[in-house]
């Protein structure tokens, strides 16, 4: 890099985002994510269409257009009114649709009677936003999950590894799999990655923070055959794992740590599912246990108290999401929690968009309303709010009973003696008899037990079938619905779940059948998504028929048949003329082992070289001739920052806000404001997730939405985020900390602390260009300061300073080849 005076650095701030963009020739800027068609028809299927049958079409429907308007159909729509257009999509502040269901007008208020509900409006605004688009119709639907439905309804079965020739290439039935699809194409693989990239990329993958200049140096030095395979072990091994991978899984199902909505109140237990969740990833908890913990783990038996109350955590999985505490109809919060569950099980677990069928049977995918409220009966049937109306939803102790019921008669006897005390006072009682009262409750505040953990989790509640609401309106039910499965998937004759349990444990041991189409499958894709940044499958978080169809279908079900025990699967893999069967010992369920087989694949170690050639066939790389770039995530970005300057804090677990429960969350600046936790060196994954008030820089570069389940994030790049890492207070902060790290001490010279630098940041050693450009930086920055007045140290740590920063700022840092 050539000498950088101070103000360029903003410059190369504000270059490091399209510069990015530009270093990957005729690919997208997020390939592989949904298109707007696919994205947006949950969303229409779910709110839209409900609300026009409901309260629109009466008067703009097949008999009534008043004003020439029609609004069940899209050719209506793009026709608009008399007055003209009704919607401008993409911009809901420029659409009439949108300013008549607001009441800003007298004159125009629609509905004419009673103003849509704010959740109403903000689904309108929300579609309007993403496009205002109308789903087309479905194209026909299976009737069965066999060999005539669709290829993920099918039976999960293990294809054999395909024989390819000149399989030098192939180290594992991963390889043979790619290659024969590169082959049909005329396409051939990268070129294997360095080693120091290939310990950057692992390490980031595997713990989300960078490889220490002495793990690279080790790694690069490491003649042993086995050297790549002790470090995936390694990083395996480390308590990071959990914390990277946990942070996706809880992306999935929508973790935070406030309620959002219209009232954003704590949820303060909910830390305790985040750490259970880092927990399992670290301990390799079998997946299907993961999942049947997660759905019914207050149902699983067990003689270990400690075992029992952490299963017990794991259900808050089912309460984690956010709940519209204040609407007076409490009928509708409760039939939009249940709706909620549904969605987030069937998404996060089973990869499908059940919830759309909610009003009526699913518009592309052969679900039925009856299937949704089967679904729904096992959710009704279980205990998530103690009181709707007091909005007090359910926790549960993580403690002897015994305590319990101490620690409950304690703050019984100290609230009727501060009450005691506080109506004394009012009267003006005598000083003796304010004296005795205020010593009680001193004494009682003294000698209170040891606080009872709570945890939120769900509980048994009175078992009962849902019924069927016409149109979605649970104003209007027909029949009930025996709970049970989508009959698409589920067994033939599928059992009753009988009229004491809730079939939460029924549903959880269904969804972890071996041989269940869609489990494995989804989570295997995921596992391949964030570590390929896109997915076998594209559309990972719907396997209907609007998502898209698997790039490599026999790869999927190989992986997904072995991850599951499929018998048949990569324990048997021979009928390849270039593999021999396997003899690592890999579990069933096992994320780690899944880990291990796409990891030690030659398909992962290619390096991410362009090939214009193969870029004209394969723009998108489906057929992986070489792995794709990825940037950074907002965790990594700034936990790697944190690293690098030698600040972070690995202390695990616990929580950072500082709100009593259920207290609302303020974002006022007061004392108890929450982003005062923002300033803690902890990992990023120990942030509070505060809905309606996410920390800014996790909002800048793509977090999770914490209310909608989330299994890609997007990928945008924006000027924002370049003034972020021009600016804020966090950058400068941390560039001075490293600067300071490079600067202690006397030995040394400027030469080979930029070689630490880069080390450090980089994961290798400055090219002799680079060092020059620096050190010449160094030196015409301090010199610069010094003509303005300041004295030399101060002019020094600053030029370190800002030089720290541009490598902060650069693509090579921001990115993982």
């Not at 390889?175 to 950057?200: E, H, N, Q």
């Not at 740590?257 to 599912?273: I, M, P, Q, T, V």
């Not at 600040?647 to 609302?664: H, I, T």
Request: aromatic share 8%.
């Amino acid at each position: 890099m050539r000498p950088i005076p101070l103000s360029l650095v903003s410059l190369l701030c504000l270059g490091v985002f399209p510069l990015a963009a530009a270093s990957t020739p005729a690919l997208k800027p997020r390939a592989g994510a949904p298109t707007p068609y696919v994205g947006s028809s949950r969303l229409f299927e779910s709110k839209i269409r409900p609300l026009l049958l409901g309260k629109c079409v009466t008067c703009h429907g097949p008999k009534l257009q008043q004003g020439q308007l029609r609004l069940d159909t899209p050719e209506g729509w793009a026709k608009g009114s008399s007055r003209g257009p009704v919607v401008v999509p993409g911009h809901p502040e420029q659409s009439a649709l949108i300013r008549v269901v607001r009441h800003a007008d007298p004159a125009q208020r629609m509905p004419p009677g009673d103003r849509l509900s704010e959740m109403e409006i903000a689904s309108l605004i929300q579609w309007v936003r993403e496009g205002a688009r109308w789903p087309a119709a479905s194209a026909g639907k299976a009737s069965a999950a066999g060999e005539g439905a669709h290829w993920s309804f099918r039976p999960l079965r293990a294809p054999r590894a395909p024989a390819v020739r000149d399989g030098s290439w192939v180290r594992s039935p991963i390889d043979a799999f790619v290659l024969a699809g590169l082959r049909a194409k005329g396409l051939k693989p990268a070129p294997p990655v360095s080693r120091p990239t290939l310990i950057r990329r692992a390490t980031f993958d595997l713990t989300g923070l960078p490889p220490t200049p002495a793990e690279v140096d080790a790694f690069v030095r490491d003649p042993a055959p086995d050297a790549y395979e002790k470090l995936i072990d390694r990083l395996l091994a480390s308590p990071r794992y959990g914390e990277k991978w946990g942070r996706y899984w809880l992306d999935s199902v929508r973790y935070a740590d406030s309620n959002g909505l219209d009232e954003n109140y704590h949820y303060a237990h909910a830390f305790r599912y985040r750490d259970y969740v880092i927990d399992a990833f670290n301990r390799d908890l079998p997946y299907d246990q993961f999942l049947r913990e997660q759905l019914a783990g207050d149902l699983l038996p067990t003689e270990d108290v400690a075992e029992s109350r952490r299963r017990l955590i794991g259900t808050g999985f089912l309460m984690l999401g956010p709940k519209l505490l204040a609407n007076p109809d409490k009928a509708q919060v409760q039939a939009d929690i249940i709706d909620e569950q549904v969605d987030v099980t069937t998404r996060a677990f089973m990869g499908v968009t059940l919830s759309c069928a909610r009003c009526h049977d699913h518009k592309f995918d052969p679900f039925t309303q009856k299937d949704y409220y089967r679904l729904a009966g096992i959710f009704q049937s279980t205990r998530t709010m103690v009181s709707l109306k007091d909005r007090v939803w359910s926790e549960r102790p993580l403690a002897p009973e015994a305590d319990v019921a101490r620690a409950t008669a304690h703050a019984l006897r100290l609230e009727e003696k501060r009450k005691a005390l506080k109506e004394a006072e009012s009267k003006k009682a005598a000083a003796d008899v304010l004296a005795t009262l205020r010593e009680a409750v001193t004494e009682l505040e003294r000698s209170a037990p040891p606080p009872v953990p709570y945890a939120l989790a769900v509980a048994e509640g009175e078992a009962q079938d849902a019924r069927l609401f016409v149109r979605g309106d649970h104003n209007n039910p027909a029949e009930a619905v025996p709970r049970g499965f989508p009959a698409v998937l589920a067994a033939a004759g599928q059992p009753p779940i009988s009229g004491g349990r809730s079939g939460r444990l029924e549903l959880a041991q269904w969804l972890t059948r071996p041989d269940h189409p869609l489990t494995a499958r989804v989570m295997v894709n995921r596992v391949w998504q964030w570590h390929f940044g896109q997915g076998l499958v594209r559309t990972s978080d719907n396997f209907g028929k609007l998502g898209e169809k698997p790039s490599h279908p026999e790869l999927l079900d190989y992986l997904a048949a072995g991850f599951a025990g499929v018998s048949g699967s990569r324990f048997q893999v021979s009928g390849s003329s270039n593999l021999k069967p396997e003899t690592r010992n890999l579990k069933p369920w096992s994320i780690k082992d899944l880990h291990r087989e796409i990891m030690l694949s030659n398909t992962y170690r290619m390096s991410a070289a362009h090939d214009p050639a193969a870029c004209r066939r394969d723009p998108d790389n489906r057929l992986l001739w070489r792995m794709n770039r990825r940037r950074l995530t907002a965790e990594e970005q700034r936990d790697a920052m944190l690293s690098v300057a030698g600040d972070l804090d690995l202390a695990m677990g616990g929580s950072l806000l500082q709100y009593p429960n259920k207290e609302r969350v303020t974002t006022d600046g007061s004392e108890d404001h929450a982003a005062n936790s923002y300033g803690s060196k902890r990992r990023t994954v120990y942030l509070p997730v505060i809905r309606n008030s996410l920390y800014e820089m996790l909002e800048l570069f793509d977090f999770a939405d914490a209310s909608a389940v989330t299994t890609q994030r997007s990928e945008t790049i924006s000027s924002p985020q370049a003034l972020f890492m021009m600016n804020h207070p966090f950058m400068l902060e941390t560039a001075a900390r490293f600067a300071d790290r490079l600067l202690q001490g006397s030995e040394g010279t400027d030469e080979t602390r930029v070689a630490r630098a880069y080390q450090a940041v980089f994961g290798r050693s400055p090219r002799p260009g680079e060092l020059a450009s620096a050190q010449a930086f160094l030196r015409s920055y301090t010199a610069e300061a010094a003509r303005t007045g300041a004295d030399s140290p101060a002019a020094r740590r600053n030029a370190w300073r800002s030089f720290c920063q541009a490598l902060f700022c650069a693509n090579e840092f921001l990115y993982v080849d």
